[in-house]
């Protein structure tokens, strides 16, 4: 096979190949949404610092070969089930993959609750004590209004908080991947 002379279109339908530094606004876009780009330099141009786990790079005229194989293994990286555990960072915000919605400081030791035993059921009386901890009311409208919205926070990112009656609640993963944008 001959050398790459020029940019070539993506060999994975899930690997984007860039022009670095001309295409950088797309490679922070990419990435932003946690998806695995390779960036061609020309000679002498210096590599930027990867923005994470899913960046490669390589000097063109690339060999096909070479580029082919550093995106399986982008590919393989960005699809391992790790990359989507859900946390909350520092500042409140629940993070599954490289999307993100922020949370309150109420809500945050709930979730941190519901998180710790992700796919369990919590007991009310658990979420009413981390509830309460953190400040909120723990009568039962209080909570089953925390419960409500604490659900439509998650959803967006592919989770579900589904009530098990008379039980407790489930903090899950949604049947269907998050919508970016």
């Known amino acids: 096979m001959h050398p790459i002379e020029s940019r070539p279109t993506a060999l994975n339908a899930h690997v984007s190949v860039l022009a670095w530094p001309a295409?950088?606004?797309l490679r922070q876009q990419l990435?932003?949404?946690g998806l695995p780009r390779v960036l061609l330099l020309h000679p002498g141009v210096l590599p930027p610092e990867p923005l994470d786990g899913l960046e490669d790079w390589m000097r063109i005229p690339a060999d096909p070969t070479d580029l082919e194989a550093r995106s399986a293994t982008l590919q393989r990286r960005a699809d391992?089930?790790?990359r989507r555990t859900p946390f909350i960072d520092d500042?409140?915000?629940l993070w599954v993959g490289s999307t993100w919605v922020s949370?309150?400081?109420?809500?945050?030791?709930?979730?941190?609750?519901?998180?710790?035993?992700?796919?369990?059921?919590?007991?009310?009386?658990s979420?009413?004590?981390a509830y309460v901890a953190a400040g909120g009311s723990g009568h039962p409208a209080s909570v089953r209004?925390?419960?409500s919205r604490l659900g439509s926070r998650v959803r967006p990112v592919g989770l579900d908080l589904v009530t098990v009656r008379r039980r407790g609640v489930i903090l899950t993963t949604s049947p269907e991947p998050p919508r970016q944008g």
């Open 23 to 25: 295409e950088d606004r």
């Open 31 to 33: 990435a932003w949404f």
């Open 80 to 82: 391992e089930p790790s």
């Open 91 to 93: 500042d409140d915000l």
């Open 103 to 125: 949370v309150t400081g109420a809500q945050a030791p709930v979730l941190r609750l519901l998180l710790e035993h992700l796919d369990r059921v919590v007991r009310f009386e």
């Open 127 to 129: 979420v009413i004590a």
């Open 145 to 147: 209004t925390l419960l």
